[in-house]
């Protein structure tokens, strides 16, 4: 079974919106932490923001905010006020022992002007 | 700090020839791994090191090995390459905070590898 699920291969947006990228995770550990990558065209893994488990608050990071939902097994990326430099593939991957990460298959984020 | 480095960025292989994909980080972390991506999909866990001298197998270890004498390398072996190891693979490192996982993986650039 997938442990790390996105459910929305492509969105779209325009400039100055928001908009929310899914992640659902399947884990029995209590001990996990949740991350969300960005990959650009020109491939390299950009860290974004990080949830862990335990961590009473959501993520903020910038523009960045993770919307975390223990019972609902759901780390949802918002990006607030989208800008071009934001088109990209973004990744959600969670891990269980702090040593590697499973990923889930990826979003890829267009946003226009 | 130059972070987690990567040799080379771009290879091709002749089916049935061996390489190493070399990978090396300077910030000291305890976890090191290796990952591929395919087109379409996230990335896959080939193998990790919790630390020197200890090595795991990941999602697809087949084809591959690995060793860690060194806290710095981690280096990945494919023994008989394959078209079917077409990919990009990814190195990290990351830390334990011992709490809820990492904080924080830090990636290399990345090796594009084509096998013909």
């Known amino acids: 079974a997938q442990k790390i699920t996105q459910t929305q291969p492509g969105m779209f947006v325009q400039e100055k919106e928001a908009v929310t990228l899914d992640c659902t995770y399947d884990?029995?550990?209590?001990?996990?932490?949740l991350f969300w990558y960005k990959q650009p065209s020109s491939g390299e893994m950009i860290f974004l923001i990080y949830?862990?488990?335990?961590?009473?608050q959501n993520a903020t990071e910038g523009r960045y905010s993770l919307n975390f939902q223990k019972a609902r097994k759901s780390a949802n990326l918002v990006i607030s006020a989208s800008q071009l430099g934001d088109s990209a593939m973004y990744f959600c991957?969670?891990?269980?022992?702090?040593?590697?990460?499973?990923f889930g298959k990826g979003t890829t984020l267009s946003v226009s002007s | 700090n130059a972070g987690v480095t990567q040799t080379p960025k771009f290879q091709v292989l002749k089916t049935g020839q061996s390489m190493t994909l070399q990978c090396a980080q300077d910030?000291?972390?305890?976890?090191m791994s290796w990952y591929r991506q395919d087109p379409g999909m996230g990335l896959r866990l080939i193998h990790y090191s919790v630390g020197a001298g200890i090595t795991d197998q990941g999602e697809v270890p087949n084809g591959y090995n690995v060793s860690r004498s060194t806290t710095e390398d981690f280096p990945l072996r494919l023994l008989s390459a394959a078209p079917s190891q077409t990919s990009v693979y990814f190195c990290a490192s990351s830390y334990s905070t011992g709490t809820s996982g990492s904080i924080e993986q830090f990636f290399g650039p990345g090796t594009r590898l084509t096998v013909l």
């Open positions: 910030m000291n972390h305890e976890y």
């Open positions: 991957a969670m891990t269980e022992g702090g040593t590697a990460l499973i």
């Open positions: 949830q862990g488990s335990y961590d009473q």
């Open positions: 884990t029995s550990d209590p001990s996990y932490g």
